[in-house]
């Protein structure tokens, strides 16, 4: 997500402490990539609600939270997706915006790597192909490319293991660029988005936590 890691360490920390100014920081940061997750499993209609409902859940239990940025991404989009996921069994199915796999295979992609065509992509645009994806596709992607996170952590995110999180964003970056190949016109006009993130040592951190007033949307 956005920002500096060890800002958003210290913004988290404080907002543990009380601090309502350091839980905006917290939200502001967060909360556009946290979205695009949301919509990725539910679709444009719901996703502000759900990521509203995700949101009083990190307010609420946030005093229980134990780590740094890397954490919090993984923990909050932890508690996104379970809304998510609540909210589409009440619903029964999946957003109609998500399409079949095979609107994505046999189409010439314009380079040798997905790589190279994740990188020609704006978030906006690279949520709505990803939405074409299989699910387990589509959060392996937007986990580890929009949200930012490890495979690690975003495996702890899913509940399976990193290398079946790495394969599934493998393919699905590979099928992103299947699709954009078929679609110069929009690869044209489409900007960066950050690289995959890679696991990387960490101290072991911990929070004090004195107390937490309940927060509302609007305090976001």
Do not use: C
């Not at 958003?8 to 402490?17: E, F, S, Y």
């Not at 239990?61 to 589409?88: P, Q, S, V």
């Amino acid at each position: 997500m956005l920002g500096d890691d060890a800002e958003l360490t210290a913004a988290v920390r404080a907002a543990q402490d009380g601090d309502e100014t350091a839980f905006r920081t917290v939200y502001r940061a967060v909360h556009p990539r946290l979205l695009g997750y949301v919509r990725t499993l539910v679709g444009d209609p719901d996703a502000e609600d759900v990521a509203s409902e995700a949101w009083l859940q990190i307010a609420r239990d946030l005093e229980r939270f134990d780590g740094d940025a890397d954490r919090f991404r993984g923990w909050a989009a932890r508690i996104a997706r379970n809304r998510a996921l609540d909210h589409i069994r009440m619903r029964g199915r999946r957003p109609a915006t998500v399409g079949d796999e095979t609107e994505l295979t046999g189409k010439p992609a314009p380079s040798d790597t997905a790589g190279e065509a994740i990188e020609a992509l704006t978030t906006g645009t690279t949520l709505s192909l990803i939405a074409k994806l299989p699910q387990d596709q589509a959060e392996a992607v937007v986990l580890r490319v929009v949200v930012g996170l490890d495979a690690k952590t975003a495996a702890r995110t899913l509940g399976k293991r990193p290398g079946a999180v790495r394969t599934a964003a493998h393919r699905g970056l590979k099928r992103l660029a299947e699709l954009l190949g078929a679609d110069a016109e929009s690869a044209d006009a489409l900007d960066a988005l950050p690289a995959q993130r890679e696991p990387r040592a960490r101290a072991a951190t911990s929070a004090t936590v004195t107390h937490t007033r309940a927060r509302t949307q609007k305090d976001m």
